[in-house]
């Protein structure tokens, strides 16, 4: 029997949308399931390993690796840089391994374009209110840069239309379950009813205040 070709599922969101606590907790409650190792040029968080969470490079470097076309999806993103090896993705894919990405809304735009096999999937904030809420509170950002990613985060909501699916992200255990549902149904090709309850309209009737341009 052969191995089946592993799946790559796009994840991307606003920042402040909680995308990278919703990409750790899939990872680490699927034994079938790994997370893309992206290159950025920005510099680590505090706990952040490097070839763990991201390859932390140069701007020289990074600008070498895309000129050697290394990236399948690159985007800059708040002044940095960040890309998708083609090579490693295809690597895990071959070896019957699903891929998490979490990328940036443009480089998933990226992938759609280019990879028939590719799954994307979109986080929603609850509402406006709570997405500028979460970017305050974190505490990583100056007041200019929160300012900056709202700007970004109004242009970004809009590609949501482009996304096979959307789940608002309001409580973290729901928003599990409802990821693990389209994995699943993904991985059975059975996506019909997945399509119903995790499509962009479904989402878009629990948004709160502030995206009435989205309905």
């Given amino acids: 029997m052969s191995r089946r070709r592993g799946i790559p599922f796009v994840v991307a969101a606003p920042s402040g949308t909680g995308k990278t606590t919703v990409c750790r907790a899939l990872v680490d409650a699927d034994p079938e399931l ?17 070839g763990v969470h991201y390859h932390f490079v140069s701007e020289k470097a990074f600008r070498g690796l895309e000129e050697q076309d290394v990236f399948l999806e690159w985007a800059e993103y708040g002044g940095n840089l960040y890309g998708t090896s083609s090579r490693e993705l295809d690597a895990s894919l071959a070896r019957g391994v699903d891929v998490l990405l979490e990328i940036e809304v443009q480089g998933a735009a990226q992938i759609r374009a280019r990879r028939d096999d590719a799954r994307l999937i979109f986080l929603l904030p609850p509402s406006w209110e709570e997405l500028e809420r979460r970017l305050r509170t974190r505490g990583t950002d100056a007041d200019e840069v929160v300012e900056r990613r709202l700007t970004i985060a109004r242009r970004e909501i809009l590609a949501v239309r482009e996304f096979d699916y959307a789940v608002v992200n309001d409580d973290l255990e729901e928003t599990l379950s409802a990821v693990h549902g389209v994995l699943d149904a993904e991985r059975r090709g059975d996506t019909a009813d997945a399509r119903t309850r995790y499509g962009r309209e479904a989402a878009l009737e629990r948004l709160g205040p502030g995206f009435d341009n989205l309905r």
């Avoid at 790994?34 to 490097?50: K, N």
């Fill in 34 to 50: 790994v997370h893309s190792v992206s290159h950025t040029t920005r510099a680590p968080r505090q706990g952040e390993i490097d």
